[in-house]
């Protein structure tokens, strides 16, 4: 079982950053850490991923150029660096943990571990 806590959500002017933090209980039997969003009424969806021993980094075509994700081994914890905000970008965020080897990065299935969501609000 690995337990995901999550900080760092709050409400921006649009323009604004914000950067969310995701610390894990344990990390040794993980892959994947990702994010995802859901706004009311939507599905969940792909904001971006990294595979921890390597660092790269994967991101969903609504967030590139604006959205990095970053890490920090020694504290376990992934980071959502988010630039530009816009109002669409407005979702409870979601950190995810996934033990899987191959992956399909998009898909909710395959991240066993969720964190409880912060929210993000950004004012037009």
């Known amino acids: 079982q690995v337990d995901l806590v999550e900080s760092g959500g709050g409400l921006v002017q649009a323009g604004g950053s914000l950067r969310l933090s995701c610390t894990a209980s344990?990390?040794?039997?993980?892959?994947?850490m990702a994010w995802f969003r859901q706004a009311p009424g939507t599905e969940r969806e792909f904001v971006g991923a990294?595979?921890?021993?390597?660092?790269?980094?994967y991101y969903g075509d609504s967030v590139k150029g604006r959205f990095t994700i970053s890490k920090d081994n020694a504290l376990n914890t992934v980071y959502l660096e988010m630039n530009n905000l816009k109002p669409e970008d407005t979702a409870v965020y979601y950190c995810?943990?996934?033990?899987?080897?191959?992956?399909?990065?998009?898909?909710?299935?395959?991240?066993?571990?969720w964190g409880q969501g912060t929210q993000v609000t950004v004012s037009s």
């Open positions: 990294m595979k921890w021993n390597s660092g790269n980094t």
């Open positions: 995810a943990a996934s033990p899987v080897w191959s992956i399909s990065l998009m898909s909710t299935t395959d991240y066993y571990y």
């Open positions: 344990d990390l040794w039997s993980i892959y994947y």
